[in-house]
C-alpha cells in the first residue's frame, strides 16, 4: 500500500512537471477557433490580400487575389477568441492593381490597415470585404452576402458599374470579329487557292486534331477540300451570329 502510494506521488508530481512546461500560448490556443477566410470587392479595382493578428504572427491567412466587382474562394485559416473583445483587430496587408501600361506592366499600390473585428457571440467565417470607395473592413458571418442574415453594412453580391460590363463586353467583342476575321479568310483561300489553303489546314490538323483528316488522302484530295469549305461555311455563319449576338447584348 505505502509502495502504491509512493508511485502515486511520484506520478503526480511528473505530471505537474509537465504541465507547467507547456507554453502559455498553447493553453491560450485552446480557446481559439479556426475559421475559414473570405473576401469580396464591392470596387473596380482588383486586389490581393492576406490577414494577420497583430498579436500572435503565426495567426495569419489569406493570399488571394480578388477581381474587379468579384469575390474569392475559400482560405484557411484565421484563428478567432470564442469570446470576443471590445479591442479585437486584424491587420490587413494588401496590394491593388491599377490599369496595366502600355508596356504591358500592371502597376499595383501596397497598402495595409488595421480593421475592427465586429461584435460576435460565437467565431464564424471571417470575410475581408472591400467597398466601393475602397476602404477595407472586416465582417464576421456564417452567410454570404445576398442571405438576409449577412452582417455586413452592403448587402448583396457586387454589382459591375456600366463601364465594366462595357469593358468586359467590348473585350468579347473584339475576340469575336478577330474569330470572324480569321473564317473569311481561310473561307477566301479555300475558293482562291484551295491547295494552299488546305495543306496549311491539313498540317494543322495532323499536329492538334488527326480525326479531322481520317479517310482523306491527303491536302490535294477534293473531297477534303470540299469538306473544308462546308465546314468553314458553317463557321462563318456562326462566327457572324455570335459577334451580331454580342453587339446587341452591349449594356
Not at 511528473?14 to 504541465?19: I, T, Y
Not at 507554453?23 to 490580400?49: G, L
Not at 495595409?112 to 457571440?121: F, G, V
Not at 455586413?152 to 459591375?160: A, R, S, T, Y
Amino acid at each position: 500500500m505505502k509502495k502504491s502510494l509512493c508511485c502515486m506521488r511520484r506520478m503526480t508530481k511528473l505530471l505537474s512537471a509537465v504541465l507547467l512546461t507547456v507554453p502559455i500560448s498553447f493553453v491560450a490556443a485552446s480557446t481559439d477557433v479556426p475559421v475559414s477566410i473570405h473576401a469580396v470587392n464591392y470596387s473596380d479595382q482588383e486586389f490581393e490580400y492576406t490577414v494577420h493578428d497583430p498579436k500572435d504572427k503565426s495567426n495569419n491567412g489569406g493570399g488571394e487575389s480578388i477581381g474587379r466587382f468579384g469575390a474569392g474562394g475559400t482560405m484557411c485559416c484565421y484563428s478567432l477568441p470564442k469570446k470576443w473583445r471590445p479591442e479585437m483587430k486584424v491587420k490587413i496587408d494588401f496590394n491593388v492593381y491599377h490599369p496595366r501600361l502600355p508596356d504591358g506592366s500592371l502597376p499595383k499600390t501596397t497598402s495595409s490597415t488595421l480593421a475592427d473585428i465586429p461584435q460576435y457571440s460565437q467565431p464564424q467565417e471571417l470575410w475581408v470585404v472591400r467597398d466601393v470607395e475602397g476602404k477595407m473592413t472586416i465582417v464576421i458571418s456564417n452567410f454570404e452576402p445576398d442571405h438576409p442574415k449577412w452582417s455586413g453594412k452592403v448587402k448583396g453580391w457586387p454589382i459591375p458599374s456600366l463601364a465594366y460590363r462595357r469593358e468586359r463586353i467590348d473585350i468579347m467583342i473584339g475576340t469575336a470579329r478577330s474569330n470572324l476575321e480569321a473564317v473569311q479568310n481561310l473561307y477566301s483561300g479555300m475558293k482562291k487557292t484551295p491547295n494552299e489553303t488546305a495543306k496549311k489546314l491539313w498540317k494543322f490538323s495532323e499536329e492538334y486534331d488527326q480525326k479531322e483528316i481520317i479517310g482523306y488522302k491527303g491536302y490535294y484530295d477534293k473531297k477534303y477540300q470540299q469538306f473544308l469549305i462546308e465546314d468553314l461555311s458553317k463557321s462563318l455563319i456562326d462566327a457572324r451570329l455570335t459577334l451580331k449576338h454580342l453587339e446587341e447584348e452591349r449594356p
